[in-house]
């Protein structure tokens, strides 16, 4: 029986001094989770506040990867800053719906718009 390789891929896009655009693409389980809670972190660290995470390209998330959003949402209204999440995928979505994240973390149609939320340049 093979492993399987961590499959999961964050691109930072740095928008201004206080917003920031990861894009997240693959999947965020038990196994990426970490990776992305210290890009997130990271983000914090160096006085971002507003960041808005792309999930066009997340094919899964589990519980792990829920408790990384609830996290740096947190972190980030803490700061006088907030997260934004744009573009879920249907499986995503349908995963912020059944656990009412969404209640928390509403999703954007798209990256624009969470951008525009933020107050950033879009």
């Not at 196994?31 to 390209?57: I, K, M, P, Y």
């Not at 979505?93 to 879009?122: C, K, N, S, Y």
Request: aromatic share 2%; glycine share 6%.
């Amino acid at each position: 029986m093979s492993e399987r390789e961590p499959n999961l891929d964050v691109d930072v896009e740095i928008r201004d001094d206080r917003t920031a655009v990861l894009t997240v693409a693959g999947e965020l389980d038990m196994e990426t989770a970490d990776r992305l809670q210290e890009l997130l972190t990271e983000q914090f660290g160096q006085g971002r506040r507003r960041l808005v995470l792309d999930l066009s390209a997340l094919d899964f998330m589990d519980s792990s990867g829920l408790n990384v959003l609830i996290r740096a949402v947190n972190k980030a209204r803490e700061s006088d800053g907030d997260l934004y999440l744009a573009a879920p995928t249907p499986a995503v979505r349908r995963i912020l719906e059944i656990t009412g994240v969404m209640t928390t973390i509403p999703p954007h149609d798209a990256v624009a718009d969470a951008l525009a939320a933020a107050g950033g340049t879009r």
